[in-house]
């Protein structure tokens, strides 16, 4: 049990610090960074899937005016680690994927760097390639272990035998397409090594997290990490896609060493994007739930089916939650993946927990529809008394509390059993569990120092629109015990002191966890009245860690669909989710982060699908005019409430993270909605008209 | 091949020499310094550099800087231009309509042109009755903002905001 903060800033609904620049435009994002006369590189991609680049014609490109460099695999310097073949940049003739990097051209305008890049003809030794998921492939394999170090598969009880003597069971197969996190703000590098080349690095890069990109770079050029610095004030969303480097930064990196003392700036095109900024995999989930006839599980199980890429692993987590959220005596997942010639998945925003909740929190509507029973009861009959995956006991779970309420403020009672029209549309509600896990990262450090009559925090942490700069003072100001207006906090810069990645919803508990170490070492030395300097450093891992429970967010989220009943077309007036993710630090800021991934939850539902051509090895529909994602008239009433809770035990400021949260389930509960108007049931995402349609009466 | 071409941006005249192939947007962002108008797609298809041309809302990734020889442009900043947060802007940051703020400038942009087109009468594909004056109802908002792509999803706080500036404006 933590001895919890007492909250004076934090619970306050502040305006966003860093929001006069973001209206105005003036929050300078990486390819911003004003620096003199930059030069500018456009990548060459691989134009096929699979094979071995065996010449490259660079005459056009090298001669044209304005022209500064062109770098190529067999022109390129060698890295010192080619260990992650993601950051292998030009280190190989291989290709192991269509849009690959393959080459760079560098000149004087952006404009004369993409015809350059276009005039450079590559020859290759074309393979057959192999692209296809499907669940019937022989070549799955069980990877040592999934995302986050989670087991790859889990098994109690007897899932065959509770099936096999069930009053009722079920057993369907769930898909969800391919996502692309497509952030507004493309991968996106300044990128300038001082004249030697060999001495310092400046990356002003777009990241989720300034010193794990140091540590990636650094490793790659085989620098010590001060040799490096990277910068990031403002990083225009991420959803996890900067989470990690990609490709890019490591491109740039390499083209800027070929001009030392000059910045060089690269960012991807939105088309380019799709090939080299990760995305998340499609997933078949094949789902088990056998009941007895009051709904109570006997058993609960899926085996998922996933890719990865041939050259670099990335294992979705998503059977984690099913490991978590319901009783059950009898209990498997399992995880298989594809290994393909396929373009490198990586981490979307609930990695696991997203695509996790759906074929789940689906089949759960399907079996209290079998048995007649409400599915906000069904889920409730099902709580367990303690984690059923690790038996600890939950730090705080209130999910049986945030249906309850989010029936009520719904109107969940007004629903019907059956279908319902008003005039051309059919109507229907629907319901969804939300649950992400509490990660608190193990390294983070923050500094308070004395300056000017006013406290100043600093952390290299990250703010892609979470509100890190608005709600680390909050934190820091109730730790400090003064005004929220006495404190600055200077973050985004691996000068300030290490943090980890603004990722896993973690980066509140784990920098602000740090930043009240520092303020109560700062108090502790110092007392109440400081002098000019006085500085003190605190340690995320000072911290008190709680490992006696299973922590946990959790939230339900309602659903009113409405389809026409002529066209198919399908529309969400409504949705309202009620969570429970400990003490809310900054209501204003907090409120946009669940509205936000509910509707990129609603955005999956009904419109995202990276649609895949197996015989090209690409995303047919490669840019934002045909990869859907909700826009403003798509998107209806959107509420988000929270209870009041306080979690003992995972942080002193009570929180738990709220990043995340908010777009599991949701898809599902609009499933089960357009379920509940129409009586299809869709499996595989996205819920479009087409499959609608024929089901229609 | 480059051309001479004179812009007006925020209030400030340039005299400058293009690439004939260069947009307005990144003359504005690469050439004149000016990147409050942001870059998400370079096709037109997200919103995100919108800017108020001769004051209309435009795209100005689709408008080749040659083509707008004399124009006057006004960029999200030049909308502050006296220091003070226009209507629009003080919204967004009361609502909290944004989160990481690369699409802001574009949707503060847009919201402006699509008040002054709302104030003309002009309607909008879910406009009831073509010739009465359009409400600021949350449809016609919505629909009207649907230019401008948000991958944060603050359309739920987005609308709110243009209603209240809008609201406010006159």
């Known amino acids: 049990m933590t001895d919890l903060l007492e909250p004076r800033a934090m619970g306050q609904s502040l305006v966003r610090r860093d929001g006069e620049a973001k209206v105005r435009g003036t929050a300078t994002y990486a390819y911003e960074t004003p620096v003199p006369a930059p030069a500018y590189a456009h990548p060459v991609q691989a134009t096929v899937a699979r094979g071995r680049v065996t010449g490259m014609d660079t005459a056009a490109a090298e001669t044209m005016d304005g022209v500064l460099v062109v770098l190529t695999p067999f022109t390129a310097e060698r890295l010192a680690s080619t260990e992650d073949w993601e950051y292998a940049v030009l280190q190989t003739d291989e290709v192991a994927f269509r849009g690959q990097l393959v080459g760079v051209v560098v000149a004087e305008t952006s404009e004369v760097a993409r015809q350059a890049a276009d005039t450079v003809r590559v020859t290759y030794d074309e393979q057959s390639h192999d692209a296809v998921l499907s669940a019937d492939r022989d070549d799955l394999y069980a990877p040592e272990q999934v995302n986050a170090g989670h087991p790859t598969d889990t098994a109690e009880g007897d899932v065959a035998a509770a099936m096999a003597t069930a009053e009722v069971r079920l057993e369907q197969t769930y898909e969800t397409a391919m996502y692309h996190n497509n952030p507004l703000e493309p991968h996106a590098t300044t990128a300038l090594w001082d004249a030697a080349g060999d001495g310092f690095l400046t990356l002003w890069d777009s990241t989720q997290g300034v010193h794990p990109a140091r540590a990636a770079v650094s490793e790659v050029f085989g620098l010590d990490e001060e040799q490096v610095r990277v910068v990031c004030p403002y990083v225009g969303g991420g959803f996890g896609s900067k989470g990690t480097p990609h490709a890019n930064l490591v491109l740039v990196t390499l083209a800027a060493r070929a001009l030392p003392g000059r910045a060089v700036k690269l960012a991807l095109t939105r088309q380019q994007m799709f090939s080299l900024a990760g995305y998340r995999t499609p997933t078949i989930q094949q789902v088990h739930l056998a009941a007895d006839r009051t709904g109570r599980l006997r058993a609960i199980a899926i085996d998922v089916v996933e890719q990865t890429s041939r050259v670099k692993e990335f294992a979705e987590q998503t059977g984690v939650p099913t490991r978590m959220m319901y009783a059950a005596p009898n209990r498997r997942t399992t995880h298989r993946l594809a290994a393909l010639d396929v373009p490198i998945p990586s981490w979307m925003r609930a990695p696991g927990e997203c695509p996790g909740m759906f074929g789940p929190e689906v089949a759960l509507d399907e079996l209290a529809e079998t048995l007649g029973m409400d599915p906000v009861q069904l889920r409730i009959v099902n709580e367990p008394e303690v984690d059923p995956d690790s038996g600890k006991p939950w730090s705080s779970r209130h999910l049986v509390e945030c249906l309850r309420e989010g029936a009520e403020r719904f109107g969940w009672d007004s629903r019907g059993p059956g279908r319902r029209r008003e005039g051309h549309w059919f109507v229907g509600y629907g319901v969804a569990s939300s649950v992400y896990p509490t990660m608190r990262q193990a390294t983070s450090t923050a500094t308070v120092r004395f300056e000017d009559g006013r406290y100043v925090a600093e952390i290299g942490a990250a703010d892609l629109g979470t509100g890190a700069w608005t709600v680390l003072p909050q934190i820091a100001a109730d730790a400090l015990g003064v005004d929220v207006g006495d404190v600055d906090v200077r973050i985004g810069d691996t000068r300030y002191p290490t943090a980890s990645v603004a990722g896993g919803s973690s980066g509140t508990n784990t920098w602000g966890s740090a930043v009240v170490q520092a303020a109560r070492e700062f108090r502790g030395k110092f007392g109440n009245d400081p002098r000019d300097g006085d500085e003190a450093t605190g340690n995320v891992d000072q911290a008190a860690m709680d490992e006696d429970h299973a922590a946990y967010a959790f939230g339900a989220q309602f659903v009113e669909a409405r389809v026409h009943a002529d066209t198919g077309e399908i529309r969400v007036p409504r949705l309202s989710g009620v969570f429970a993710a400990g003490r809310i630090i900054n209501p204003r800021t907090a409120r946009s982060q669940f509205i936000g991934g509910m509707t990129m939850g609603l955005s999956m539902a009904l419109h995202e699908n990276s649609v895949w051509d197996p015989r090209m090895g690409q995303v047919a529909n490669h840019d934002l005019a045909e990869y859907h994602i909700a826009v403003n008239a798509d998107v209806g009433d959107v509420q988000a409430h929270w209870l009041d809770e306080h979690d003992p035990y995972v942080n002193v400021m009570g929180s738990k993270g709220i990043g995340e949260i908010g777009i599991t389930g949701t898809a599902a509960a609009v499933v089960n909605a357009v379920h509940h108007a129409t009586g299809v049931r869709v499996r595989s995402l996205p819920v479009t008209l087409d499959k609608v349609l024929p089901g229609l009466p | ?170």
């Open chain 2, 1 to 170: 091949m480059d051309a001479e071409i004179s812009l007006t941006v925020d209030g400030a005249r340039h005299r400058l020499t293009v690439d004939t192939r260069t947009t307005v947007l990144d003359t504005l962002r690469e050439r004149l310094g000016n990147t409050s108008p942001k870059k998400g797609c370079d096709h037109g298809q997200c919103g995100a550099c919108t800017v108020l041309l001769d004051g209309e809302r435009t795209l100005a990734c689709l408008a080749l800087a040659v083509a707008h020889d004399g124009a006057e442009l006004i960029t999200a900043d030049g909308l502050a231009a006296e220091g003070e947060l226009h209507p629009v802007q003080q919204a967004f940051l009361e609502q909290d309509a944004y989160q990481c703020g690369y699409c802001t400038p574009g949707q503060i942009c847009s919201a402006v042109g699509m008040l002054q087109e709302i104030d003309r009468g002009w309607p909008s594909h879910v406009t009831e009755d073509l010739t009465a004056e359009p409400e600021l109802s949350h449809d016609e908002v919505a629909e009207r903002m649907s230019g401008n792509l948000c991958r944060c999803a603050a359309y739920a706080n987005i609308v709110p905001a243009v209603q209240q500036a809008g609201g406010r404006r006159s």
